[in-house]
């Protein structure tokens, strides 16, 4: 790197320069997307979740921040979601991929975000970072006959709009609240209204329920079901199966535990497709006190983090779950204590397996005492995310 290289925030005079970076990253924006694009750009920067890294005048990397809300162990924690990580082709291995990813870092630190979660394009500059695998987004193919097949006539199905989008989210809420999920994304009314206003999809309400869907050239494709009984299921379902007549295939994002493993009568396609994200712990304490725990389980623990990129987070702490609810404090004591990584930290958040880390050598120290207890402490349902971002 030159000392001419600096981080900056990005204005609305540097996007035609981003632009250029982002074709040369992901390729040309699709005709008609440009003016999207430069809408959504608008509302991150001014908003300072826009950096970039310019070398003199030039803008040659960029990335934007979401200002997410994520479900962890069925509550929500504020997640910066880091998107749209580019770096002009000559500038790359030259350490601005790094000096653009630090100041994303310290921008979500400053906006208040104990975690950050991304899709890697490559895992070794994030895991150098400190992000780990935190879950998975899932496609599953069905047969669309096989769901048409379901039932469930017995359940009132109406058509959906944007005045439903406050029902949606209620719906939404009580299914990941009661079934202690982690991973998905909390999307604000406004999006979630726009979301049932587009013409290309097909969203269907029941008291219970509601499913949104379209067409992915001659398969449709569920963006996201939500019931709370089983004939509503079927209801749903059925309702995306009734398209078989033209549509052979359902592609539908769904989790690995999903209802609809259990109740179609022939299993998915065997060629599922994953898309990994990574998360990462900004915030350790804030973290810890936002997420959600196993019901039941005390633990009292002894963690002795090392995190070289967020200082605050390093030492030895004292990590108290109860009730649900779980505290990191600073300690003194001498006695064991579970050294982990930042890495390490961001798995065992999400529910990774002490064993995975200790084999890894990201979880070092403690006894198997602990081990057990961290582990039934996070453990819970498969993260996994409905959305790209």
Same mark, same amino acid.
């Given at each position: 790197?030159?000392?001419?290289?600096?981080?900056?925030?990005?204005?609305?005079?540097?996007?035609?320069?981003?632009?250029?970076?982002?074709?040369?990253?992901?390729?040309?924006?699709?005709?008609?997307?440009?003016?999207?694009?430069?809408?959504?750009?608008?509302?991150?920067?001014?908003?300072?979740?826009?950096?970039?890294?310019?070398?003199?005048?030039?803008?040659?990397?960029?990335?934007?921040?979401?200002?997410?809300?994520?479900?962890?162990?069925?509550?929500?924690?504020?997640?910066?979601?880091?998107?749209?990580?580019?770096?002009?082709?000559?500038?790359?291995?030259?350490?601005?991929?790094?000096?653009?990813?630090?100041?994303?870092?310290?921008?979500?630190?400053?906006?208040?975000?104990?975690?950050?979660?991304?899709?890697?394009?490559?895992?070794?500059?994030?895991?150098?970072?400190?992000?780990?695998?935190?879950?998975?987004?899932?496609?599953?193919?069905?047969?669309?006959?096989?769901?048409?097949?379901?039932?469930?006539?017995?359940?009132?199905?109406?058509?959906?709009?944007?005045?439903?989008?406050?029902?949606?989210?209620?719906?939404?809420?009580?299914?990941?609240?009661?079934?202690?999920?982690?991973?998905?994304?909390?999307?604000?009314?406004?999006?979630?209204?726009?979301?049932?206003?587009?013409?290309?999809?097909?969203?269907?309400? #029941? %008291?219970?329920?509601?499913? +949104?869907?379209? &067409?992915?050239? @001659?398969? $449709?494709?569920?963006?996201?079901? !939500? /019931?709370?009984?089983?004939?509503?299921?079927?209801?749903?379902?059925?309702?995306?199966?009734?398209?078989?007549?033209?549509?052979?295939?359902?592609?539908?994002?769904?989790?690995?535990?999903?209802?609809?493993?259990?109740?179609?009568?022939?299993? #998915? %396609?065997?060629?599922?497709? +994953?898309?990994? &994200?990574?998360? @990462?712990? $900004?915030?350790?304490?804030?973290? !810890? /006190?936002?997420?959600?725990?196993?019901?039941?389980?005390?633990?009292?623990?002894?963690?002795?983090?090392?995190?070289?990129?967020?200082?605050?987070?390093?030492?030895?702490?004292?990590?108290?779950?109860?009730?649900?609810?779980?505290?990191?404090?600073?300690?003194?004591?001498?006695?064991?204590?579970?050294?982990?990584?930042?890495?390490?930290?961001?798995?065992?958040?999400?529910?990774?397996?002490?064993?995975?880390?200790?084999?890894?050598?990201?979880?070092?120290?403690?006894?198997?005492?602990?081990?057990?207890?961290?582990?039934?402490?996070?453990?819970?349902?498969?993260?996994?995310?409905?959305?790209?971002?």
């Amino acid at each position: 790197m030159t000392d001419a290289l600096r981080l900056v925030d990005i204005t609305e005079d540097h996007l035609d320069a981003v632009v250029r970076v982002r074709a040369r990253s992901f390729g040309p924006l699709a005709p008609g997307d440009h003016e999207r694009w430069t809408k959504d750009a608008v509302e991150f920067l001014r908003d300072g979740r826009y950096l970039g890294v310019a070398d003199g005048d030039e803008v040659v990397a960029a990335a934007r921040i979401w200002d997410f809300q994520q479900w962890w162990g069925g509550r929500r924690v504020p997640m910066a979601g880091v998107a749209g990580v580019v770096v002009s082709p000559e500038y790359r291995g030259r350490g601005v991929g790094s000096l653009l990813m630090r100041g994303v870092l310290q921008r979500s630190l400053d906006k208040g975000f104990p975690l950050t979660a991304l899709y890697p394009a490559t895992t070794v500059i994030y895991r150098h970072l400190g992000y780990e695998y935190g879950g998975g987004r899932y496609r599953f193919d069905f047969q669309a006959a096989d769901l048409r097949s379901l039932g469930g006539k017995e359940v009132t199905v109406r058509r959906a709009g944007p005045a439903d989008a406050a029902r949606v989210l209620e719906l939404v809420a009580e299914a990941h609240q009661s079934g202690h999920a982690s991973g998905l994304l909390v999307w604000p009314e406004s999006k979630v209204a726009e979301w049932l206003e587009d013409e290309s999809n097909f969203a269907y309400l #029941a %008291d219970d329920g509601f499913v +949104v869907y379209n &067409w992915d050239h @001659r398969n $449709l494709s569920v963006d996201e079901l !939500i /019931a709370h009984s089983e004939a509503t299921a079927r209801a749903l379902w059925s309702t995306v199966g009734s398209g078989s007549s033209i549509a052979s295939t359902v592609q539908a994002y769904v989790s690995p535990h999903d209802p609809i493993h259990y109740l179609a009568e022939h299993e #998915a %396609d065997k060629q599922a497709q +994953v898309q990994r &994200w990574m998360l @990462r712990l $900004l915030d350790a304490p804030a973290a !810890i /006190a936002a997420r959600g725990y196993a019901p039941g389980v005390e633990v009292d623990v002894d963690l002795d983090l090392q995190d070289p990129e967020v200082p605050a987070n390093n030492g030895r702490w004292h990590l108290s779950i109860s009730n649900s609810q779980g505290t990191l404090t600073p300690t003194e004591t001498s006695g064991e204590a579970t050294r982990l990584t930042p890495r390490a930290l961001a798995a065992l958040y999400a529910g990774t397996p002490l064993k995975t880390l200790r084999t890894t050598g990201q979880a070092t120290g403690g006894n198997p005492t602990q081990d057990n207890l961290l582990q039934t402490a996070f453990t819970g349902p498969t993260p996994y995310m409905l959305d790209y971002f």
